[in-house]
Every structure is written in C-alpha cells, then in structure tokens.
C-alpha cells in the first residue's frame, strides 16, 4: 500500500495527501456514500467490459477464415479483425484502470488527484470512477497532448 501511494504522489506531498483521504474516509459519512456509488459503478463497467470482451472472443473465433476465399472478403476479415484486436487492446487498459481504481478505494487512496494532490471532485468521481485526474489537471494535460 505504501508502494503505490509513494507512485501515485511526490514524496514531499505524500504523507499529508495520504493522511488527508484517510481522514476524509473515516470522517465524512457522504464520502462512504460516494465510495459506495464509485465502487457500484466500477463493478457495473467490469461486468460491461467483460461482457464485451467475451463477445469479441467469441465473434472472433465463430468466423472461419474458409468462408472467405474472396481477396476482397479476406482484407475486410482482416481490417475487422484488426479493428478487434485494437478494442480489445482499449478493454484490457480501462479494466486495468478500474481493477487500480477499485484498488485505490481498498487502500483509501481513491478520489486524490495523481497530478497535484488535491482532491478529484465528487461528481467527477462518480461520474468517472476510473479518473486519476482532477477536472483541472485533465483539462492541462488534454491541452498539453493537443500541442
Ligand atoms: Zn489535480
């Protein structure tokens, strides 16, 4: 648990920001029920996740490459299943997003912002449980990567 609030904040900052949430967890009863909405919606997009994920699997395999022998069918296989591999790709990174999400709620680590240390907002949470970011540090980084 060290280990991972120790990635997630500056040394400098870490303990404060690490005691600070803790503080929140124990202190506020609206913060349990933000948790509790968070951890309900990171359960529903696992299940979304892996839902679909087992669709892919079976799409994938349930179209023999046989029943294409046209060239042109055979490229679009190929487009499509390259365009699988590519969601899949997408699937694997947000479900390692909300299993280290889920994670920062076991430890108390959840809502703290990776960028400056401060606090995520609540609807943002809510709304974005796998967030790591808080509004204003998304919108500077949004702004740096369109640079
Ligand atoms: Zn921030």
Redesign the pocket.
Known sequence: METSSSLLYSPGTKNIIYNGSVADLEGRGMDRTVLGKCREELQRLMDEVQAGAGKTVSDMTTIPEENFPDPTDRALLESNRNFTLRLRDRERKLLAKIKEAMKRIEDGTFGG?E??G?EIGKKRLVARPVTT??I??KTVAEEEEGR
């Open positions: 912002c960028g400056c401060g970011l808080c204003d540090c």
